[in-house]
Each structure stands twice: as structure tokens, then as C-alpha cells.
């Protein structure tokens, strides 16, 4: 079991998660951060990152992978720990001021407050739905690719029609002794280049391209070895396999939060506008997941609630009855934070 020690656990790395790991910083305050996706940057990274974003102050048309980009490098100063690909489960109030984070991994985060940043829930795989098709997951059933050797001259399916399934079908391609992508329709939700790309190899025989949905799969001798695919005209047909890839894309789920026993409005966690705390004194909610009356889920209004919640919390850790506002440009104290040294003259000019 790993364990690690820090300030204030964020769960969830999504615009408002990183850029409260900014905040906690400037008040002196170290982070781990977990997240149930491989990669930072939430829903901005998972389900629009080329898409333009307008209404982030002081950045008039930022593409989302920007605005991620962006706040990671304002974050990094501080050096937090990520702890990507791990779904928090549990959290456990030890005493008013000490919190033990468990995720799905077992790894245990202890620290003094925990800052919940988990946008809609943890994001997951959308499955494959069939009966009992569950049993050949990580071994023949993949809905992630994290070794690509494993699919090395093996005959590969790739079910999906997004940009994963066809980005992953081309790679696969490479070294794959085959590989034959499946999507319920010819239109493809995956950028053009890749999907001309995928048709040119299919003219080459360099790979397959089936429309269609899989109705049942084979197994044999505990192995699966086969698909049955339907055709929108009702026509089944069969293909055989090694290792089967579904990429339909990923969904959020609350999960496991709605058991942390937190006063709940609709599937937001409430928490109170003064310093984002939630019912459980110690644990915070900021961005999409919390809830108070008039309640935006706005990048911006995150990044106003972090800002409060790292007052409150620096407050109660350093056990201060109120922490100064100190400016980012003129206070000493920040940018010893910062790591940025001005002199007194420089100041003052
Ligand atoms: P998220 O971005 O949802 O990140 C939360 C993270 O927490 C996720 O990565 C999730 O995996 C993780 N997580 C959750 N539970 C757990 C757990 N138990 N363990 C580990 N990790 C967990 N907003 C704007 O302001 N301007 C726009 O123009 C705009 N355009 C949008 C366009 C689209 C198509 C969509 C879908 C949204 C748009 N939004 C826009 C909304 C904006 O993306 C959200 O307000 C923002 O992403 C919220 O950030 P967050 O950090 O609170 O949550």
C-alpha cells in the first residue's frame, strides 16, 4: 500500500482542481491531486479539447487544451504530486484536522484537508454492453491502451468511431497482425484526416473497416475468439479475434461521492459561499460538482471558489483567525512562494 503525506488532498485535476493547487500554493500550502483519468484537465481535456473557449478572463479565445496547458504551467511552480488513473473511494475524517483519502488502488493520501474538484463525477470507460463479456477485461478485453506490445502481431478489433478508436486503429495497424475496426455507422465523430486515412489503408488491405454492432461474442476454453456483428439490414456476421479494443469514449460518474455522507443538493455536493466548505468541517467542494444558490458551472465561478476555499482552509490549517490578502505583484511573501525575488527598489518603482 503506498501512503503519502501533504497539506490538502484535490480530488479531481480538471481547470478548477489545477488551478487550486495555484491558490493552496500561494498560501504555503502543498497538494496531491488525484484523478480517475490518465492525463489532467477534466472535461475540457476529455470532451472538448480543440474546441475554443471565449469567457476566461484575460485569455479572449484559448483552445480548452490551452487553458489546461496554461493553468498546469501556473500550478507547476508549487510542484504537486498527481496520482493519475485513481478513483478516490473513500474518505476517512481522522480528527478536525486530519483526513485519510483512500483511492481504488489503496493508496492512502493523509492530510489536513481535502478540496473536492470532481466536476460531474470520476470519468470511466463506456462498456461494452453484453451479458458476461466483463470476464475478459485486462486480459482480452481492453477499453484503454497502456501496452502497446501486448497487441503485437495479434489480430486486433477496435470497436468505436471517435478519434481514440481511429487514432488507436491506425497505430495498431503498424504492428498488429490485424486489425478491423467496427462502428455502428459510417459517419465518424473523429477528425477528417483520420478516417480518410483509415478508408485509404482498408483499399490496401492494410486493415478492415465492418458497420455494424456486436450482438453476441465466442468463447472458448475460457478465451474469447470471436464476434458476432449485426448489420443495420439484420445481417450477421461473424469474425474471429485475439484481443478486443472498445473506445466509446468516457462518461462521468458520481460514484463513489454520493456515499461520503455530504448534504446533497440533486447530485452537487452544498457548500457554503464564505468558504466553499462542505457539511463536513475540513472537506471543500469547488467547481462543477458543488452547489449554492444561484450556482454556475462556469470555469471562472471555479476559479473564484478556489480561491476563497484556499483562504478558509489556509486559515483553519495555520490555525489563524483570518489570513491578509497579499498581492501576487507586491508581496515579498508570495513571491518567496512564487520563487520569483523583485527587489524593494523594483517594487516600489
Ligand atoms: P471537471 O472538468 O469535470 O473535472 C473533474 C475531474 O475530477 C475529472 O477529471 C474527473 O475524472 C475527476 N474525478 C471526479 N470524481 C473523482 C474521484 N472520485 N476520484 C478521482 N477523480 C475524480 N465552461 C466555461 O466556463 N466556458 C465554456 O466555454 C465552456 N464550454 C464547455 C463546452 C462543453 C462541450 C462542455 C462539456 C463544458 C463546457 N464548459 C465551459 C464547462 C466546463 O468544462 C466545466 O465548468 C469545467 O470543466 C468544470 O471544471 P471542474 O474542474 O470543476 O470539473
Redesign the pocket.
Known amino acids: 500500500m503506498k501512503t503519502l503525506t501533504t497539506d490538502v488532498a484535490i480530488?479531481?485535476?480538471?481547470?478548477?482542481?489545477?488551478f487550486q493547487i495555484f491558490e493552496l500554493g500561494l498560501q504555503g500550502l502543498s497538494t496531491v491531486v488525484?484523478?480517475?483519468?490518465p492525463e489532467i484537465?477534466?472535461?475540457?481535456s476529455?470532451?472538448?479539447p480543440d474546441?475554443p473557449?471565449?469567457?476566461?478572463p484575460a485569455l479572449p479565445n484559448a483552445k480548452?487544451s490551452e487553458v489546461i496547458d496554461n493553468l498546469w504551467q501556473q500550478a507547476a511552480i508549487f510542484d504537486p504530486t498527481f496520482l493519475l488513473a485513481?478513483?478516490?473511494?473513500h474518505i476517512e475524517k481522522v480528527s478536525e484536522h486530519s483526513f485519510i483519502v483512500t483511492?481504488h488502488k489503496q493508496t492512502q493520501i493523509h492530510c489536513r484537508a481535502v478540496v473536492i474538484?470532481?466536476?460531474?463525477?470520476?470519468?470511466s470507460p463506456v462498456k461494452l454492453k453484453l451479458p458476461l463479456i466483463d470476464k475478459f477485461e485486462d486480459t482480452q478485453l481492453f477499453y484503454r491502451i497502456s501496452n502497446i506490445e501486448h497487441f503485437r502481431d495479434k489480430n486486433v478489433v477496435v470497436l468505436g468511431g471517435g478519434d481514440s478508436a481511429l487514432d488507436w486503429s491506425l497505430t495498431l495497424q503498424k504492428t498488429a497482425k490485424s486489425v478491423l475496426l467496427i462502428h455502428r455507422s459510417s459517419h465518424f465523430k473523429a477528425v477528417k484526416s483520420s478516417v480518410n486515412k483509415m478508408y485509404e489503408l482498408c483499399e490496401q488491405l492494410k486493415m478492415q473497416f465492418l458497420c455494424g454492432q456486436v450482438s453476441s461474442f465466442q468463447e472458448k476454453e475460457n478465451k474469447l475468439i470471436g464476434l458476432t456483428i449485426t448489420s443495420k439490414d439484420g445481417v450477421n456476421r461473424r469474425v474471429e479475434l485475439d484481443e478486443l479494443v472498445v473506445l466509446f469514449g468516457m462518461s462521468?460518474k458520481l460514484?463513489?461521492?454520493d456515499n461520503w455522507q455530504l448534504e446533497m443538493h440533486q447530485h452537487q455536493i452544498k457548500v457554503d459561499t464564505q468558504s466553499f466548505q462542505t457539511s463536513v468541517t475540513g472537506i471543500y467542494a469547488?467547481?462543477?460538482?458543488n452547489y449554492y444558490p444561484g450556482k454556475r458551472?462556469?470555469?471562472?465561478s471555479?476559479f473564484h471558489e478556489a480561491a476563497l476555499a484556499a483562504f478558509s482552509i489556509a486559515e483553519t490549517v495555520l490555525e489563524k483567525d483570518r489570513i491578509p490578502t497579499l498581492y501576487t505583484t507586491t508581496s515579498p511573501v508570495v513571491h518567496q512562494r512564487l520563487g520569483v525575488e523583485h527587489s524593494l527598489e523594483e517594487m516600489l518603482s
Open positions: 480530488i479531481g485535476a480538471g481547470p478548477v482542481g489545477l488525484i484523478d480517475s483519468l484537465g477534466g472535461q475540457c476529455e470532451l472538448y474546441k473557449i471565449y469567457d476566461i480548452a485513481e478513483r478516490v473511494e483511492t474538484a470532481a466536476g460531474n463525477g470520476a470519468f462521468p460514484g463513489p461521492i469547488v467547481g462543477d460538482i458551472k462556469l470555469i471562472l471555479g
